[in-house]
C-alpha cells in the first residue's frame, strides 16, 4: 500500500515497492510523470547498486560471476518503512537470499523523504554490515510530467545550467553500455527541450554543475534538481517517442563499458564502503509556481 508524507505546500506519495515516489502534488499541479505501461512504466525509481547496463548483464567478484538486472535490484524490493514524522519517511532494504544471488555482501540499504516547505530532499544510505568492502553505485531517475500548465507544452521548457562548467558527455554504445566522453556544448547554460533530443537515448553529462531548473518563459512552475556530491547527471525519456515527461537523474557512476566483463573491485566510479561504515548522499527537488 502507497504511503504518504505532507506538509501545508506539497503531498508526496510514495510505493514501498523500490521506495519509488509516486505523486507529488501541491493540489493543482501534479510534478510527477504518473507512468505509463505503452511508454515507460516508472516513475522515479531508485539505481543501487547498479545503474543501468552491465555487459551481457554480468559483472565479476573475487573470480566469480554474477547476474545483475538493469538498475539493480532495489527498484524491484520492497523495503520496510517507518514514519518519522507527518513530512518524513524512510524506507529500508536488508541483504537477503535473494539479494546475495545477485550481490554477496552484507548489507542495509535505504532513502529518507523528507518535505521542507517546496523542497523534498532525498537521502540515500548504505551500511555495510559484512567483513569485506563493498562496491556500488546509487543514483535517482524520476519522471517529471511535462507541461506543467495548460496552453503550454514540452518544446517550451529548457534545462538552465549553473554558470561556468565545461560539460562532457558521455556516450553509449547501442546497448546503451559506456563508451566514450566527449565535449558538449550548453549555449547560455540552457538545453531547449525537444523530444528528438532523446532519440540516441540519454543525454548523460559530466561537470555539468551541482543544480539544474527544468523551466518555460511562457509559464511560472518549474522544478529545480540540486545534486551537489553527484559528478553525474542524465536527461531522458522514451527515444523516439513524444512522451510527456523528462528525466533529471542525478548518478555517482556509470554503466558497464562495451564488451567488457566488469571486474567490481577495479569497475570505474565505483564507492568503496569498508567494513562497519555507513555511506550517505542526499540529493533535492524544488518545485515552485
Known sequence: MNETIQNEFLKVTIDPLGAQLKSVTD????YLWPGDPNLWKGTAPVLFPFIGRLYGKTY???????EMPLHGFLSKSVLESEKLAENKIRYRLNAN??????YPFDFQAGVEYRLEERK???CFFVKNRGKEPMYFVFGGHPGFRLPLEENLSFEDYKLCFEAGNAPQRVLFSSESLTD????????NGEIPLRHSLFDDEAIVLKNAGKSVKIISEKGTRGIQVDFPDFPYVGFWH???????????????????????????ETMQDRTVLEPGKEYRNQWAITFFV
Do not use: D, F, H, N
Not at 565479476?60 to 554474477?66: L, N, S, T, V
Not at 537470499?97 to 545477485?102: G, N, S
Not at 533529471?248 to 557512476?253: D, F, I, M
Open 27 to 30: 493540489g493543482i499541479c501534479e
Open 97 to 102: 537470499a535473494e539479494t546475495k544471488k545477485m
Open 238 to 264: 522514451v527515444p523516439k517517442t513524444e512522451a510527456g515527461y523528462v528525466c533529471v537523474e542525478p548518478w555517482t557512476g556509470l554503466p558497464g563499458r562495451q564488451g567488457i566483463v566488469e571486474e567490481l
Open 60 to 66: 565479476r567478484y573475487q573470480g566469480k560471476e554474477y
Open 120 to 122: 523534498l530532499t532525498v
Open 180 to 187: 566514450s566522453v566527449v565535449p558538449y556544448s550548453i549555449e
